[in-house]
């Protein structure tokens, strides 16, 4: 329960990784050259047409690393005598990415967007510090799941605010792509916004794609520009041939464009299950964070002290989960997290819940005031469905 297999496609089922396996037939298992020397395959080509196709924008660009996709590239993009303006939450990749460019960096509150005009408002008007001169560039910078909130980035509103104030905007979708919107093609489809008014849209191959690697994509002049000015372009490995692959497999069942529904089938049973494991925490008496729509189930414990003792109860159970605190979160907010998956079953599922219940008693985790249901223990015969 605490892996980012959000569509299953982390899987090893021989009929589906044929594929795959013909790719290290063919090519090995490694290029051992940087794309701009002799590492450049026609499949990275076509990975990166379908990518930018799936996306609905200009072109795109792909990368060996999730990590330096992030935190090699914002140095490209932004540097002295520019502002990027980064949610408080963000994940490390996009810190490290500020922190190497050299830009001046501003925090604002998580998804609030009072605090993040107001930092927009004072840049503005207020410019470089002791210059007053106007910054070069000021760059939006947001998740589109938080990886350790569940929370959704509030993306309309975001780019009102840029357009208002003439910003760029920087989208992670690592945890947003694939798992989120009806065709997975994460928030930009969720909030139906256009992909146009997000200027830099990045991405990992390693959650719902059950891959490795990242992707930025944009207008082209922007993928032009990264492709001789990224470190991570210029001195990286070129992404490997079977994991090029694995990605594109994925992309293609995701699209229905191997002539199956199982890509729709399996973003419609990732949806479901959000839906019906949020909702029995919920009754239980648990207190959750994030949307309805994230497959990110961050459980509050709250306490310290209780963290280790709430994963070796579930680890005996044979339920793997990840818990996190202090210095990851809030000392006071130490949590569990889930992540859900359209390869768990409702069966799976009933079972995690009915020893969640027996633990959260057990612990006493049952934090929330809200009035509970009269629902059956899951693991005792029920069909009970969840509302949409």
């Known amino acids: 329960m605490g892996s980012y297999n959000y569509l299953g496609f982390a899987e090893n089922n ?14 090995g298992a490694g290029v051992c050259s940087t794309r701009q020397e002799i590492g450049n395959l026609n499949m990275h080509q076509e990975l ?3 990518v930018a196709h799936f996306l609905g924008v200009e072109s795109s660009m792909i990368f060996g690393m999730g990590f330096a996709t992030n935190s090699m590239n914002i140095p490209a993009l932004v540097g002295k005598g520019c502002l990027i303006v980064s949610d408080e939450l963000n994940h490390t990749s996009l810190i490290l990415g500020a922190r190497l460019s050299g830009a001046t960096i501003r925090v604002f509150k998580h998804n609030n967007m ?21 910054w070069k560039k000021i760059l939006i910078m947001v998740e589109g799941i938080y990886s350790m909130e569940g929370s959704v980035a509030r993306l309309p509103e975001i780019i009102a605010l840029k357009k208002k104030y003439k910003a760029y ?59 001789s000015h990224s470190h991570s372009a210029v001195y ?5 041939p079977p994991i090029t692959e694995q990605v594109t497999r994925a992309m293609k069942c995701i699209m229905g464009q191997d002539g199956s ?35 990110v189930v961050p459980v509050l414990l709250y306490m310290p002290g209780k963290v280790v003792a709430f994963a070796r109860e579930m680890l005996e159970r044979r339920i793997g989960v990840v818990v996190v605190g202090f210095p990851a979160t809030p000392i006071t907010e130490a949590r569990a997290r889930f992540c859900l998956s359209a390869s768990h079953t ?5 079972q995690v819940l009915h020893h969640m219940n027996e633990v959260g008693d057990l612990l006493c985790l049952k934090f929330s005031r809200r009035k509970r249901s009269s629902w059956p223990d899951p693991c005792k015969g029920t069909n009970s469905e969840v509302d949409s």
Do not use: W
């Open 14 to 27: 021989a009929d589906f990784l044929k594929t795959v396996a013909d790719k290290v037939q063919r090519y």
């Open 48 to 50: 990166e047409q379908l």
């Open 114 to 134: 009072h605090s993040l005009e107001k930092l927009l408002r004072e840049a503005v008007c207020s410019g470089q510090p002791r210059t007053r001169r106007p």
């Open 169 to 227: 905007l920087y989208l992670d979708e690592a945890h947003s792509i694939g798992a989120v919107g009806p065709s997975g093609r994460g928030v930009t489809e969720l909030f139906n916004v256009s992909p146009a008014d997000v200027d830099v849209m990045m991405g990992t191959f390693t959650k719902s794609f059950g891959a490795a690697g990242g992707y930025i994509a944009g207008k082209k002049d922007l993928v032009d520009y990264l492709r």
């Open 236 to 240: 990286a490995s070129a992404m490997s």
């Open 261 to 295: 529904m199982e890509g729709i089938r399996r973003i419609r049973q990732l949806a479901e299950n959000t839906r019906y494991f949020r909702a029995k925490l919920k009754d239980m008496g648990f207190i959750i964070y994030g949307d309805d729509d994230s497959p």
């Open 346 to 350: 409702r069966e799976i599922l009933d």
